[in-house]
């Protein structure tokens, strides 16, 4: 069974930068569509940053459009989230998502509950 483990979560100040990592796991494993989501204590789970692989396209929530980056190492098979200028509300649980063919044929980033496979999540707390 496929996996996905989560990493770099951490406290940091505001105005701190994290660069979070997932990994799918066999090593192998190809997802043709990643997602970031976070959750913070409280509230529903929200997608951040969205990669069809295949191309390399990108989509972000208003939150952290212009702040937060997504991106793949093809070769290693590894899915990053680069967070910068972190505020407050950044803070919370962030997950990895992944979901096959069946779901991303086309392109069009999968809503929340399509996506079959998880990580169990980093940390991420922003404090001033």
């Known amino acids: 069974q496929a996996d996905l483990v989560e990493s770099g979560g951490e406290s940091v100040q505001t105005g701190g930068s994290l660069t979070l990592l997932c990994v799918a796991s066999?090593?192998?494993?190809?997802?043709?569509?990643m997602a970031w989501f976070r959750q913070a204590p409280g509230k529903e789970r929200e997608g951040v940053a969205y990669i069809f692989r295949r191309n390399g396209s990108t989509t972000y929530s208003d939150s952290v459009n212009g702040r937060f980056t997504i991106s793949q190492d093809e070769a290693k098979r590894r899915l990053y989230l680069q967070m910068n200028n972190l505020r407050s509300e950044d803070s919370g649980m962030y997950y990895c998502?992944?979901?096959?063919?069946?779901?991303?044929?086309?392109?069009?980033?999968?809503?929340?509950?399509?996506?079959?496979?998880w990580g169990q999540g980093t940390q991420v707390t922003v404090s001033s």
């Open positions: 998502a992944a979901a096959d063919w069946r779901i991303c044929y086309s392109g069009a980033p999968p809503q929340r509950l399509q996506y079959p496979t």
């Open positions: 066999p090593y192998n494993t190809y997802y043709p569509c």
